[in-house]
């Protein structure tokens, strides 16, 4: 079935360590996104990628970076720098990228401060 | 990109018609609207998408007026299975990403 897969579904992380989450996808969607939720919040966007070896900026990009070497994968590092990191992390992709295209989302990565 | 306005919450009784609306005053011209379903610790599902009058797919409908400034979800006869947080987003073809609320949290009782 073609779809999104994030990995790992839990992580954790000591104070001062980088972690990066994994997105894959085989739905051959040209543009990808990685937001962040909180408890009882809507997303927030960290960064998104309309095509291969080009992303932007979301609204809270401080403290993350991604990178978009192949089409279909996106991963997401969180760094030192991201002084409150634990929240659920969730990936998308669409045809496209713009407001017009559907979402497709995967199921998430819970990352917490240890 | 136009901003949306969608009540925080409601609570509905299984079997009863559930309409959630959405005000987005400044929609512009190429604008769709899209509506999302979000179940907790899950990422959100897209339901369904429209750009003027009305919609209609297996899960819901998609009332949209003649101004488009607001739009309405509707879904027919909820089960304890639609308790879920519903987004309403507003955007165009072009490169700027959709921005997601709180959406509506809906709660259906028994």
Redesign the interface.
């Known amino acids: 079935d073609g779809g999104i897969t994030q990995s790992p579904k839990y992580l954790f992380r000591k104070e001062g360590q980088n972690v990066t989450l994994s997105c894959e996808q085989n739905l051959n969607h040209d543009a990808m996104y990685w937001y962040r939720q909180d408890p009882g919040q809507g997303l927030r966007l960290i960064y998104y990628s309309q095509i291969v070896n080009d992303f932007q900026k979301g609204d809270i990009a401080e403290g993350y970076s991604v990178s978009r070497e192949k089409k279909e994968s996106f991963p997401l590092t969180v760094t030192s720098a991201q002084k409150n990191p634990t929240a659920f992390y969730l990936c998308a992709s669409s045809i496209s990228g713009g407001g017009s295209q559907p979402q497709h989302f995967g199921d998430g990565t819970r990352l917490s401060i240890l | 990109?136009a901003k949306t306005t969608q009540p925080i919450s409601m609570d509905s009784y299984e079997g009863q018609e559930v309409n959630i609306t959405c005000s987005h005053n400044n929609i512009a011209t190429?604008?769709?609207i899209?509506w999302?379903q979000q179940f907790p610790?899950?990422?959100?599902?897209?339901i369904i998408?429209g750009y003027k009058t009305k919609v209609t797919n297996e899960v819901a409908s998609l009332f949209i007026p003649a101004d488009r400034k607001s739009s309405t979800l509707s879904l027919p006869r909820v089960s304890l299975s639609d308790t879920a947080v519903y987004?309403c987003?507003?955007?165009?073809?072009?490169?700027?990403?959709?921005?997601?609320?709180?959406?509506t949290r809906l709660s259906v009782i028994a």
């Open positions: 990109l190429n604008d769709y899209t999302y610790s899950q990422g959100p599902r897209f998408q987004y987003l507003v955007g165009d073809s072009g490169n700027t990403p959709l921005v997601f609320g709180k959406g």
